[in-house]
């Protein structure tokens, strides 16, 4: 009898251990009342390159492809000759015609025969196809001239690429024999969307016509002239980012000196711009010029991180390296030509370069405040950036001490490569990793960096699901847009980053923008995709956007009482309204319960807004056919208090925005 007792009582002591370990939660407690350390008021931001089509056949507007005949110096890519039964002609290229020294080729057509029953003329197929969409109107343009004998007309259609259906025609009336730009308007009416189609300029009697700049553009963002495409556009605006890093990465430099971003010939108008070439395989029609730039900064409320060359190119002046600019009197012009381009930016109008902007169409100077000086130099074996950086921050601190000068050479480089003679207001930081890693680096990375140090900016980041890099060939078999393992990887990274945003001043994914056509792409992973007619947020936008979009003045100390558990995190605090943002990933593949208790925050509203990105498998992804396969979903929490529990979805990104009782009172007497 006594054992019998005895064993029911050791058995009930057992089961309510049991009981209570089965029981117990994670702890995520944010200490609510007092922020630890300001948010940077630069976070978050955007980094753009000529990479992936992603301005020329991508946000850039322009619907031709080649415009100005100089794609390929031996026949006119993208461009074909129409030629119908009956009809004979030939199409070639011409530099005996040159439309100015900008634009010194042009595209001949000779029309042996032709009539109204049997045109020729010449087709280009656009960027993947020309975008018809219903009840658009398109805007065309061209510079032609005629030999003696012909006059015109020369009619100009969207069509079928097989040019039995025409979207929309309109017709110039005659030609003369010099030069002259000729603008229309094309409407196209009720059509099923499509991009199987071409661009025409056709004529329909014998003669011979020279064309040059043939242009097409589609209704652009704010309907500024020379614009950006609208979907695109909203997609960027919607992160409500801080600053845009331009011109870009390897495209700032080049391959070689000669084929730097030439900012001065990406002024005026676009028949002074001969475009150049840019290092990722195809030539850029710089369309989207310096000014342009900042009109996009403008456009989404956002401040330019304006990056200036500074005499490295990725193979140097003739294809050695080791050949790039030497510091001292043959780095000058190059200094020079960077503070030129600063006082592009910010010059009053009584300089030059601010007079030259005000010529432009924009008197009043942007704001900047952040220059880069040039772009990854820890590439250059010749170890003369410290030197270059030294003659660049020397004179641009001379002329404007206001501005902030970052270093393109990162503290995560070998301390031999950092710059030593100066100390930079901030370095750039870059990081393409799996998630795996980052998840791993996310543990304090920035937790033991110098605050009384330069502060970072990470200027590239991005996560990648694979076990290889994205310059591994192998990642041309993967999509251009990652999934949301990747996702992850990026969430817990930008949680690290934001949790030390005192330091982490600026960071911005890259990159941001990859036409998914056949061709279009040089590089994985990227964050939004598009083709000619649509476009998709990877889930990693999704994750940017829940982050950009929820963040508040003030960092907030957070703590996880589990070890090893799959759950990061970050909280900031509106010093105006009082609301907290709570950003939680769970990283793991399993729910996790969570005892959320809220240190002095006081008076909480009765409900919480939650937004949470999550799916079935972290293998799910977004594509064209299936753009928001991955992509957040709202919800509520009932009944908050200062300690309350709260399940996250496995593989989610969730973010949970908590207002105070007093602002709940005031939105809904409003209401």
């Not at 040059?212 to 997609?235: A, C, E, H, K, Y």
């Not at 930008?494 to 890259?510: G, T």
């Not at 995190?569 to 593949?589: H, M, W």
């Amino acid at each position: 009898m006594r054992f019998s007792i005895l064993f029911g009582a050791l058995a009930a002591s057992l089961l309510t251990t049991v009981l209570f370990a089965a029981e117990k939660t994670t702890t995520l407690t944010v200490e609510a009342g007092k922020s630890v350390a300001p948010v940077s008021p630069m976070l978050y931001g955007l980094m753009t390159e000529e990479i992936n089509y992603s301005y020329d056949g991508g946000l850039y507007a322009e619907l031709i492809r080649n415009r100005t005949f100089q794609d390929d110096s031996k026949a006119p890519a993208h461009w074909s000759l129409v030629q119908e039964a009956g009809a004979s002609a030939a199409i070639e290229l011409d530099k005996s015609k040159p439309l100015n020294e900008s634009l010194p080729v042009s595209l001949r057509l000779d029309a042996k025969s032709a009539s109204a029953k049997s045109r020729v003329g010449i087709a280009n197929d656009g960027y993947w196809g020309i975008p018809v969409k219903p009840k658009t109107c398109y805007r065309a343009s061209f510079y032609a001239k005629a030999a003696a004998g012909f006059a015109g007309p020369v009619s100009v259609a969207i069509e079928s690429d097989d040019g039995k259906t025409v979207y929309a025609k309109g017709e110039v009336a005659s030609l003369g024999p010099d030069w002259k730009q000729y603008s229309l308007a094309l409407t196209v009416g009720e059509a099923a969307p499509t991009a199987k189609t071409r661009f025409v300029l056709s004529i329909d009697k014998p003669g011979t016509v020279w064309f040059n700049l043939v242009s097409l553009f589609p209704p652009t963002w704010n309907n500024r002239p020379n614009g950006n495409r609208i979907d695109l556009m909203q997609m960027l605006v919607d992160l409500n980012p801080k600053f845009l890093r331009f011109p870009g990465g390897n495209y700032l430099e080049g391959d070689y000196v000669k084929d730097r971003f030439p900012w001065q010939k990406t002024l005026g108008p676009l028949s002074d711009r001969p475009g150049h070439q840019c290092p990722w395989g195809y030539r850029s029609s710089d369309g989207m010029g310096l000014l342009e730039f900042l009109y996009w900064c403008e456009e989404m409320k956002a401040e330019p991180v304006l990056g200036v060359y500074v005499g490295y190119s990725l193979k140097g002046a003739d294809g050695d390296p080791n050949a790039n600019v030497k510091t001292g009197a043959d780095l000058e012009p190059f200094v020079k030509e960077a503070l030129d381009e600063i006082e592009y930016v910010i010059g009053d109008v009584s300089t030059k370069w601010g007079a030259q902007r005000a010529k432009d169409g924009h008197p009043a100077p942007f704001k900047l405040t952040y220059v880069e000086i040039g772009n990854e130099d820890w590439f250059d074996k010749t170890g003369r950036y410290d030197a270059r950086f030294a003659q660049f921050s020397d004179a641009i601190k001379k002329k404007y001490p206001q501005l902030k000068l970052i270093s393109s050479v990162g503290y995560e480089q070998s301390k031999n490569k950092w710059v030593k003679s100066r100390t930079p207001d901030a370095v750039d930081e870059h990081y393409y990793l799996p998630a795996d890693q980052f998840e791993k680096k996310s543990h304090g990375q920035y937790d033991k960096y110098d605050r009384k140090g330069p502060k970072i900016f990470v200027g590239e980041w991005a996560a990648h699901e694979t076990d290889f890099p994205p310059w591994d060939k192998r990642s041309e078999k993967k999509p251009a847009t990652p999934n949301l393992k990747a996702a992850l990887g990026d969430a817990v990274w930008m949680a690290e980053m934001e949790r030390n945003s005192d330091v982490v001043v600026m960071h911005c994914y890259a990159p941001l923008l990859v036409n998914v056509n056949p061709g279009g792409r040089q590089w994985r992973p990227d964050l939004i995709g598009y083709d000619a007619l649509n476009s998709f947020g990877a889930p990693s936008y999704y994750a940017i956007k829940m982050f950009s979009t929820n963040v508040g003045d003030g960092i907030l100390k957070t703590k996880i009482d589990a070890e090893k558990s799959p759950l990061h995190c970050s909280a900031t605090k509106d010093s105006k309204t009082g609301e907290i943002f709570l950003k939680v990933v769970n990283y793991g593949g399993e729910k996790q319960t969570v005892n959320l208790a809220l240190k002095d925050a006081g008076a909480l509203a009765a409900t919480a807004e939650v937004e949470t990105l999550s799916s079935a498998s972290p293998d799910d992804t977004n594509s064209i056919t299936e753009p928001t396969k991955v992509a957040p979903k709202k919800s509520e929490i009932k009944d908050v208090k200062e300690s309350f529990s709260y399940a996250f979805q496995p593989y989610s990104v969730t973010v949970i925005k908590l207002k105070p009782a007093e602002t709940a009172r005031k939105r809904a007497r409003r209401r």
